[in-house]
């Protein structure tokens, strides 16, 4: 499967920017979709995963209350939106698939495929 990441950019403290996924290819067996970040010389991190067939979402402590995963299953798509924004949410943005048997959604790991990332930097 091919994964297109876009809409990052350069956003305030307090802004929201919505991130988008497009799969291509292989999207059939898909279990879950990730969203994860990377800061420079940091290792990546997990953000938000959604069940694909359910729609169940999962968080990062860091991002709960602010971000929200979903998915529209006719478009192949899946969304971060972005809320009340913070410096250290700056960083690289990463969309993820992993196809059946389940990984673990938390983990690097536990994907297949990988986008190539959109940029977000937040403003202090």
């Known amino acids: 499967v091919q994964l297109q990441a876009s809409g990052g950019g350069f956003v305030e403290t307090g802004g929201s920017l919505r991130l988008s996924c497009a799969a291509s290819?292989?999207?059939?067996?898909?279990?879950?979709m990730g969203w994860f970040r990377q800061v420079f010389g940091k290792e990546r991190e997990f953000v938000a995963a959604?069940?694909?067939?359910?729609?169940?979402?999962y968080y990062a402590d860091s991002v709960k209350g602010r971000f929200t995963i979903s998915r529209d299953s006719a478009k192949n798509t899946v969304y971060l939106q972005m809320n009340s924004l913070k410096p250290e949410d700056t960083a690289v943005y990463y969309c993820?698939?992993?196809?059946?048997?389940?990984?673990?959604?938390?983990?690097?790991?536990?994907?297949?495929?990988w986008g190539q990332g959109t940029l977000v930097t937040v403003s202090s």
């Open positions: 290819g292989r999207t059939f067996s898909r279990c879950i």
């Open positions: 959604i069940t694909w067939n359910g729609g169940t979402p």
């Open positions: 993820a698939a992993d196809f059946f048997p389940c990984g673990t959604y938390w983990s690097t790991t536990g994907y297949d495929s």
